[in-house]
């Protein structure tokens, strides 16, 4: 091991300057002209992944985006670990926000600003690296790996179950190893064991034929984006209450064990509040900030469009209104079954002068994972030599939609060994990731595998 911790030290610059190569590439998933970008991401990961010695390195192509598969199975009697991890990214915007451009990777303080630098490439990347130090170093890889790396995370993974289902004994493994999650706080490792899951939805609502003169028509005609906000406030109260009936059927509420290892971690509302300049919070006050964040189901607008968007004031009664609005979903809510309720209740407090219209758009399961397999333990071994501190275990209210298909599809846990901070930027202009931690993150993943070998 000690080999493997040397030269992924020696191959720290050469493994930054890769890494900042792959940030170079825009490969936003949900943006149709950045399709070539994103093929051309992929490719270049495949090279790279010959290049360090992983066999089978194959790009399959897809309905949507490639997916790039890998493998090095030689240990017949040990586990296999199935690696995944999301080579695409969010867009870029608002541009102008950014100190530098989103896609010219720029270092500053010990961190590497740029989109993916976070999300995923980084954190990915530090498996990638851990593997090329073992085949470096010449010692041989303790377990069988396989790699799984997709270009369609952030929108939903549309093709990635239907790539299991057809290849399942390929991907047949012990259990899958990914870090696309967060720490607890800087210098504090943690071990995901929960997700939210997600129900996207978007609401039209169009009424006159054409946008019209509001001082002639205001008063009689009905307005979408009036009726558009009547509708939203009756999906939520202010205290965080989702109207829609059925919504809390099936939540499962935290144990009493479970509440109780929430309020244990540390949390400063005051340092959250300042962190992100917000006046107050929301949401149920019965509720510690932390389990509202993390193991209760939301609702919130994502998007909001009608009516004149330019400078100054125009006396206008649009035409049309719409609103994209999203549910984090807790175990054991059933995402399609929240979005037929959804449509449901919105149809039915839909006022009849007015069309209104309800489209789906991706979703995903909640996930929790079984604290009691031999990935957790490793895992939190690995965490503890390198970092010198124990991993906490935390539920996370982002969303990962294909973990919960590993474990439906392939039967496997996983184990989400995040490197990223809150603080990095997810989705948001200025996106970075602490040079420090992506070479931890390499040393934990090699020390991770190490100790896998000898469970
Ligand atoms: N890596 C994130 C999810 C995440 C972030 C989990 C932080 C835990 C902590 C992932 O790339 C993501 O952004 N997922 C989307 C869902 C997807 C269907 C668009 C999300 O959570 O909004
Ligand atoms: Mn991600
Ligand atoms: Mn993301």
Not at 60 to 88: N, R, S
Not at 364 to 380: H, K, M, S, T, Y
Not at 442 to 452: I, Q
Request: glycine fraction near 8%; charge should be negative; aromatic fraction near 8%.
């Amino acid at each position: 091991m000690e080999q493997v911790l040397s030269t992924l030290r020696q191959q720290q610059p050469k493994h930054l300057e890769t890494l900042l190569e792959l940030l170079r590439m825009p490969s936003v998933s949900t943006d149709p002209s950045r399709k070539g970008d994103v093929q051309v991401t992929a490719e270049y990961l495949k090279r790279h992944l010959e290049q360090i010695g992983l066999e089978q390195v194959t790009l399959h192509a897809t309905k949507g985006h490639p997916i790039v598969t890998a493998e090095f199975c030689h240990q017949p009697e040990k586990p296999t670990v199935l690696i995944y991890g999301h080579y695409d990214v969010q867009p870029s915007d608002p541009d102008h926000e950014w100190i530098t451009p989103a896609f010219e990777p720029d270092i500053r303080e010990g961190r590497i600003y740029a989109r993916g630098s976070s999300d995923d490439k980084g954190q990915f990347f530090t498996h990638i690296c851990a593997l090329e130090a073992y085949f470096a170093s010449g010692t041989e890889l303790p377990v069988n790996v396989k790699v799984l790396l997709e270009g369609e995370e952030e929108i939903g993974s549309p093709n990635l179950a239907p790539f299991l289902e057809a290849h399942r004994d390929w991907a047949s493994c012990d259990m899958v190893l990914v870090s696309d999650t967060s720490m607890y706080g800087e210098d504090q490792p943690s071990i995901t064991v929960g997700l939210r899951g997600l129900a996207y939805m978007e609401i039209f609502v169009k009424s006159p034929n054409r946008d019209l003169h509001s001082g002639v028509f205001g008063g009689a005609v009905p307005n979408p984006a009036n009726v558009l906000a009547e509708i939203i406030s009756k999906l939520r109260t202010p205290d965080g209450k989702i109207q829609i009936p059925g919504f809390y059927d099936d939540v499962l509420e935290l144990t009493a064990d479970e509440k109780a290892a929430v309020d244990a971690l540390p949390f400063d509302t005051k340092e959250y509040k300042k962190a992100i300049d917000i006046k107050g919070f929301t949401g149920e006050m019965e509720y510690s900030v932390l389990e509202r964040v993390s193991s209760r189901p939301t609702l919130d607008v994502n998007g909001l469009w009608s009516g004149y968007q330019g400078e100054g004031a125009k006396t206008v009664l649009p035409a049309k209104a719409g609103a994209k609005v999203s549910m984090r979903l807790v175990p054991n809510q059933d995402p399609n079954k929240i979005a037929a309720l959804f449509i449901n209740y919105v149809k039915q407090i839909a006022p009849e002068n007015v069309e209104v219209e309800v489209r789906e758009h991706h979703g995903g399961w909640p996930v929790v994972i079984d604290l009691n397999f031999e990935g957790i333990q490793a895992a939190a071994r690995a965490f503890e030599k390198v970092y010198g501190k124990e991993a906490y275990f935390t539920r996370e209210g982002g969303s990962i939609p294909i973990i919960a298909d590993f474990k439906r599809i392939l039967g496997a846990d996983s184990v989400l060994m995040g490197f990223g901070l809150t603080k990095d930027g997810l989705h948001s202009p200025n996106e970075s990731f602490s040079i420090r931690d992506f070479h931890r993150g390499a040393e934990v993943s090699a020390t991770f595998l190490g100790l896998l070998a000898e469970v």
